[in-house]
């Protein structure tokens, strides 16, 4: 196994304000998954106010609230610099819900509180009429050779994409973007997704692709029969959920 000179260093980005949702949980995962195939990786946490470093492997923006988001885009766009230098020098971006909009040029609150975002993406966010809440299964672009992930949304934002973006999928149950059926963004070394779950821990090899992009090579298998059968079971009830919620809506409407 080629050893790598330095530790993957997991950068966990605002956690204070982009943390609601409980995606710390993707930066423990990333961390785990390195230590058990005798990986060297650290977990560097980047707290609220303070500049984010260009040094990172791996940047993970979770969820957040409105207000968090506003202090978050803050502080994000203050290291705008720092991180296009990251992603410029191959650092893997894993962006969920509120740290996902704020890559795209702007997000429209409920309020029509206007937010620039990064504009890494070129995409735009505004709220929606209605939360986008429960669980959600998505088709993931054939291109990652994933199978498909599993996660739960708590969402009032719609995500548009501009017309040379590709979604992370196509949304088999749940809400995702809520505009064109599909998820999240997939752009070289950036991910974005509506996937709360947290998304890693529900979805290994998602972990493991992104680990493989850190590390420029494959990786040794690992147990993974617990978290696989658990995406299993999710996929199974959020899309008979799904199933369910097309039989009822067509026997409303057949009235
Ligand atoms: N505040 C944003 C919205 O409601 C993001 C929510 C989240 O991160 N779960 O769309």
Not at 178 to 195: A, K, N, Q
Request: aromatic share 4%.
């Amino acid at each position: 196994m080629v050893s790598r000179a330095s530790a993957v260093r997991v950068g966990l980005v605002f956690p204070e304000l982009l943390g609601t949702y409980g995606d710390r949980g993707n930066a423990v995962v990333l961390v785990e998954r390195c230590r058990r195939r005798g990986i060297d990786a650290e977990l560097v946490e980047v707290a609220a106010g303070a500049p984010i470093p260009d040094s990172l492997d791996v940047y993970l923006l979770g969820g957040g609230e409105d207000d968090s988001q506003v202090m978050a885009a803050a502080g994000m766009r203050e290291s705008s610099a720092a991180i296009e230098r990251a992603q410029h020098s191959g650092a893997v971006i894993l962006a969920v819900c509120a740290g996902f909009q704020l890559l795209g040029h702007r997000y429209e609150a409920r309020g029509g509180e206007q937010l620039d975002g990064l504009g890494l993406v070129d995409m735009t966010t505004a709220a929606g009429p209605s939360r986008l809440i429960g669980e959600v299964v998505v088709e993931p672009d054939p291109s990652l050779r994933i199978p498909t992930l599993s996660g739960f949304e708590n969402h009032g934002g719609r995500t548009r994409l501009g017309p040379d973006e590709h979604p992370l999928g196509r949304v088999l149950a749940g809400g995702g973007n809520g505009v064109g059926g599909v998820d999240g963004v997939l752009r070289e070394r950036i991910i974005g997704t509506y996937l709360h779950g947290p998304v890693l821990p529900r979805n290994p090899a998602l972990a493991d692709l992104l680990l493989t992009w850190v590390l420029g090579r494959d990786l040794e298998p690992v147990d993974d029969r617990l978290p696989d059968e658990l995406r299993s079971l999710r996929v199974a009830a959020a899309t008979a959920t799904g199933w369910r919620a097309r039989v009822r809506d067509f026997k409303l409407n057949r009235g």
